[in-house]
């Protein structure tokens, strides 16, 4: 029914730059909350960022003025634009995607697959 796929991840040294992307394909009626998470080894999963639909981000105290939530609601796409990367944002990033079937049916969550980013020189 839904497809998600994230791309974007990769190994970048400190002080450098990443952009994640996630879309969302399939028989979606509408997205409202966009949200980006991250777990690293031996972590629980945490929040990064969140943007809903009218574009309202919210973003963890960690990435805040480092880390940009986007979405284009026409692609069902969001983004991360993680800029001066530190080693301790090493982590799998998950995007999370809350959204409807259909006009009558109940919201769902959606997760992508992950992709890794490495921070290290």
């Known amino acids: 029914q839904v497809q998600m796929v994230e791309s974007g991840g990769g190994l970048v040294q400190p002080g450098g730059s990443l952009r994640l992307s996630c879309a969302a394909s399939?028989?979606?009626?509408?997205?409202?909350?966009m949200n980006w998470y991250r777990q690293a080894p031996g972590k629980q999963r945490e929040l990064v960022a969140a943007i809903t639909r009218g574009g309202s981000t919210n973003y963890a105290d960690s990435v805040k003025g480092r880390f940009t939530i986007s979405r284009d609601n026409a692609k069902n796409t969001v983004f991360l634009q993680m800029n001066s990367l530190k080693p301790e944002d090493t982590a799998v990033y998950y995007c999370k995607v809350r959204l409807k079937l259909g006009t009558l049916r109940p919201e769902v969550d959606y997760w992508g697959q992950g992709t890794q980013v490495t921070v290290s020189s």
């Open positions: 399939g028989s979606i009626f509408s997205i409202n909350t």
